[in-house]
């Protein structure tokens, strides 16, 4: 079965902290890793992604961590601000397409100024 | 340019009572994609259409769900009838054929459903 777990629920961190969110996965069809970030009221947004074939992206202050050996991959936030407050959720797609993206089930993180 | 836009953003009725949910997918999309989320559940994906045609409606619940694509601007998911456990936060979102090879899906900022 085709799932995406996600950890923790739930994060508090300080402002300039790093914050780190993890996800592992079970198929090992999945080839593609976006990150979502959703505010209160909005829906969610794509915020960075990653393919196995590398083992780490970075976008400005957001990094994604990648170990296709134990099918685990983190996002990493770094000096974490108080607007990066919100619900991230980590994804799977199989083979490259975005139909059946199958979500992780989200992290509230609270950034405290 | 406009986003996905969803109607209404927020929906309250009664159990038994029928409940649509309309979507129009920004221009040009050929994906559609309807969602649901809830605390215990997360986002879960209900059914998507190509080009209008349903591919995949797996994750539609039960009979009670349907949805339909008339045409590529205009998508409903439709309830009948409601009961409590379908509160949740319904999305909807389009991507393109190309787009889809990044894993972006563009989402609407959802409808709010409460069945009291």
């Known amino acids: 079965q085709q799932q995406v777990k996600q950890s923790p629920q739930s994060l508090i961190v300080q402002k300039g902290g790093i914050s780190i969110i993890n996800c592992a996965y079970e198929?090992?069809?999945?080839?593609?890793f976006p990150w979502y970030q959703q505010f209160p009221g909005k829906g969610p947004a794509l915020l960075i992604a990653i393919r196995p074939d590398v083992s780490e992206k970075k976008e400005g202050r957001f990094t994604i961590s990648f170990n296709k050996s134990a099918k685990q991959f983190s996002l990493h936030i770094m000096d974490s601000q108080p607007g990066d407050s919100a619900t991230y959720f980590c994804a799977a797609s199989p083979q490259g397409g975005s139909e059946k993206l199958v979500f992780g089930k989200g992290t509230k993180l609270t950034v405290n100024p | 340019d406009a986003g996905v836009i969803q109607s209404p953003r927020h929906e309250v009725t009664e159990m038994g009572q029928e409940v649509t949910l309309r979507c129009k997918p920004i221009s040009g999309h050929d994906y559609l994609f309807w969602y649901r989320q809830t605390m215990m559940r997360g986002l879960e994906l209900l059914i998507y259409?190509?080009?209008?045609?349903?591919?995949?409606d797996s994750g539609m619940p039960e009979d009670r769900f349907s949805a339909k694509m008339p045409n590529a601007s205009f998508s409903t998911l439709k309830i009948q009838p409601s009961e409590p456990r379908d509160s949740a936060v319904y999305f909807c979102a389009s991507t393109t054929a190309w787009v889809r090879y990044t894993g972006e899906l563009f989402f609407g900022e959802g409808s709010r459903l409460t069945v009291l």
């Open positions: 198929n090992t069809a999945f080839d593609y």
């Open positions: 259409f190509n080009n209008n045609v349903p591919i995949d």
